[in-house]
Each structure stands twice: as C-alpha cells, then as structure tokens.
C-alpha cells in the first residue's frame, strides 16, 4: 500500500470517528433527531405545530417532514381555521405526499368560549351555526373528517336539563351542515377543575347522553384523557361504557399536561387498552413539552416510543 493511499484511509476513519462522536454528543444533548426513516408507531398519535420546532425548525412543512421522519402518521391543529389559505393548501398537500392523516380541526375557535349552546340566545347560537359552516371549507381544503366542537359554557340562569335540551337542538343542527361532506364532529368534555371553570360539557356520561339523544353519525366524543382523568378518573370503565360514540382521542399526563410518563395516568394500560378495543383513530398529542428544547422534544418522542401498543397486544 502506498504512502500516499495509506495517509488517505487514515484520514478517512479518523474523520468517520470524529463524525460518530459529534453526533453522540449532539444527541447527548438533544440537538439531535432521532435516525431518520424511523419504524412508525403502531397508534395514530397526532402532534401538531411548534411540538418539534428546535429539532425541526420553525417552518410548519419541516416540522411535518420531521414528525414523518420520526415514525407519526397523523397531526392534528386546533388552529387550522386561522392559517392563510395557501399555507393551508401546502400543509395538505405535504400531508397527502409524507403519507399522514389529518386529526381534529377547531370548528368553533374564537367563539365557543360564550355561552351558546347550552343558552337560548338565537343571535348566539346562530353564530355557532355559522362558523361550523367555515370551518367545513377549511375541513374539506386540508382533507379531515374530524371537527372538535366545544359546546360553550354553561348559562347560570336555566337549570340544567333545559341547557341540556338546547344542547343536543343545536347539535342536531350542526350535523345537518356537516353530514352532506361526510364529516363528524367530536364534542369535547373539557375539566372545570383545572383548566375550564364554567364548560358546559365536563363529564364523559354527560357526553355519551348527549350524543345518544342527538342520534346523529356525525356527533361523536372527543375523549381526552386528561380532561377525564381529572374530572372523573375510572378511565377504562368509562371509555367502555362511552365506546360507541367515542370518535376520537387525546391525551396529556396529569398534572402537568404533558406527554405521557410525567404524571400519573398509566398510558401503556390506556392505549392497550383502547387498541385490543380495535380503535384504529387518530389520538391527538394535546399537551406540552415537559423539558425544554431539543432535549425535551427528544423526550416527548421516547415516551410515545415507550408507550406505543406492541405487537401481541391486540388482535388484529
């Protein structure tokens, strides 16, 4: 071997050395991704945007690519409605071209935070008829089935069976708009405990009764695990008994809101569980980051990894 050649490899492998090391230490420190073309997870479970923004960057379609690098087949935004149109067409097309789903979209965003559902206010409640009327526009252009609808806060002044009637009247009429498109609203409990002092909706039975009394395909539950851990706790009995009108799920760790193994909610038993039930859904990543930067975008990637249903725990 000449000189020259032998000078050559040496080089090679102590460059490929000092490549492996700075990435070790990258990774140490969590500036780095996990390897791309990683194995997709089992569950559709939907992060959504700003969740990866160190590793990823601020850019809405990076962070897309970077979650479908990183083994997510579904993302969800609350947000959707607000975005620029084109941005909107770009966030969808991307989608269609990584192969990932879309989850819930806020139907009711900057307005369901009134009374209005539960209410007998015509002007209010028109106003909800309305915007579930945009929002099926924006539903159809980024190519989702799924609105989440929060029916509003509870009116102090009627008790509540007549609110509940008003309720299930004015669902009835949301599903008249959305049924020709084929798309499905998930009402959500939200927790007055914590986070939302006066919702009307709270509870998982109060959800199911309602939905039974609607009676409509397109109104189904959003369960959010948080929201019921804290409300109610008795998870898996009461996703069993809410199990035919559930249609969609979303998850975050209490306290805290965040991802799963931060708190107390045992996650391997609940999407298990759910997944040996055969639901085969989106479960939407609502929550925060527990760390800080790269490091806890890492993190919340692991725990999913820790979490995700394994091959043998459902038949399917």
Same mark, same amino acid.
């Given at each position: 071997?000449?000189i020259?050649?032998?000078?050559?490899?040496q080089?090679?492998?102590?460059g490929?050395?000092?490549?492996?090391?700075?990435q070790?230490?990258?990774a140490?420190?969590?500036?780095?991704?996990?390897?791309?073309?990683?194995?997709?997870?089992?569950?559709?479970?939907?992060?959504?945007?700003?969740?990866?923004r160190h590793?990823a960057?601020?850019?809405?379609?990076?962070?897309?690519k970077?979650a479908?690098d990183?083994?997510?087949?579904?993302?969800?935004?609350?947000?959707?409605?607000d975005?620029?149109?084109? /941005?909107?067409e770009? &966030?969808? *097309?991307?989608?269609q @071209?990584? =192969?990932m789903?879309?989850?819930?979209?806020?139907a009711? $965003?900057?307005?369901?935070n009134?009374v209005?559902?539960?209410?007998?206010?015509?002007?209010a409640?028109?106003?909800?008829?309305?915007?579930?009327?945009?929002?099926?526009?924006?539903?159809?252009?980024?190519?989702?089935?799924?609105?989440?609808v929060?029916?509003g806060?509870?009116?102090?002044?009627?008790?509540?069976?007549y609110?509940t009637?008003?309720?299930?009247?004015?669902?009835r009429r949301?599903c008249?708009i959305?049924?020709?498109?084929?798309?499905?609203?998930?009402?959500e409990?939200?927790?007055?405990?914590?986070?939302?002092?006066?919702?009307f909706?709270?509870?998982?039975?109060q959800?199911?009764?309602?939905c039974?009394?609607?009676?409509r395909?397109?109104?189904k539950?959003?369960?959010?695990?948080?929201?019921q851990?804290?409300?109610?706790?008795? /998870?898996?009995?009461? &996703?069993? *008994?809410?199990?035919? @009108?559930i =249609?969609?799920?979303?998850c975050?760790?209490?306290?805290? $809101?965040?991802e799963?193994?931060t708190?107390?909610?045992?996650?391997?038993n609940?999407?298990?569980?759910?997944h040996k039930?055969?639901?085969?859904?989106?479960v939407g990543m609502?929550h925060?980051?527990a760390?800080?930067?790269?490091a806890g975008?890492?993190?919340v990637?692991?725990?999913y990894?820790?979490?995700?249903?394994?091959?043998g725990?459902?038949h399917?």
């Amino acid at each position: 071997m000449s000189i020259e050649r032998r000078h050559f490899l040496q080089a090679g492998v102590r460059g490929a050395a000092a490549l492996a090391a700075a990435q070790a230490l990258a990774a140490a420190r969590g500036d780095q991704a996990a390897p791309s073309g990683a194995t997709p997870f089992r569950m559709k479970f939907a992060p959504h945007f700003g969740m990866f923004r160190h590793l990823a960057g601020k850019d809405p379609i990076d962070q897309l690519k970077f979650a479908a690098d990183q083994g997510f087949t579904a993302w969800e935004d609350n947000r959707m409605k607000d975005r620029p149109v084109k /941005l909107q067409e770009r &966030i969808a *097309r991307t989608m269609q @071209q990584l =192969g990932m789903e879309m989850g819930v979209i806020s139907a009711l $965003r900057g307005v369901w935070n009134s009374v209005n559902f539960a209410g007998e206010d015509a002007a209010a409640r028109e106003k909800i008829l309305q915007a579930i009327r945009q929002a099926v526009d924006v539903a159809k252009r980024v190519h989702t089935r799924l609105l989440v609808v929060v029916p509003g806060l509870a009116d102090a002044k009627l008790p509540k069976d007549y609110q509940t009637a008003n309720c299930i009247d004015l669902l009835r009429r949301c599903c008249d708009i959305v049924e020709p498109h084929g798309l499905t609203m998930v009402i959500e409990p939200l927790n007055r405990k914590t986070n939302h002092p006066g919702a009307f909706l709270y509870g998982s039975p109060q959800a199911y009764l309602i939905c039974q009394a609607v009676d409509r395909s397109s109104c189904k539950i959003q369960f959010d695990v948080y929201h019921q851990q804290i409300t109610e706790g008795n /998870l898996l009995p009461n &996703i069993d *008994r809410c199990w035919p @009108q559930i =249609g969609y799920f979303q998850c975050g760790d209490n306290p805290g $809101r965040k991802e799963p193994g931060t708190g107390e909610i045992n996650y391997v038993n609940v999407f298990r569980h759910i997944h040996k039930k055969g639901y085969r859904g989106i479960v939407g990543m609502e929550h925060g980051n527990a760390r800080p930067g790269a490091a806890g975008e890492r993190a919340v990637i692991a725990a999913y990894r820790r979490v995700d249903p394994q091959p043998g725990d459902a038949h399917s």
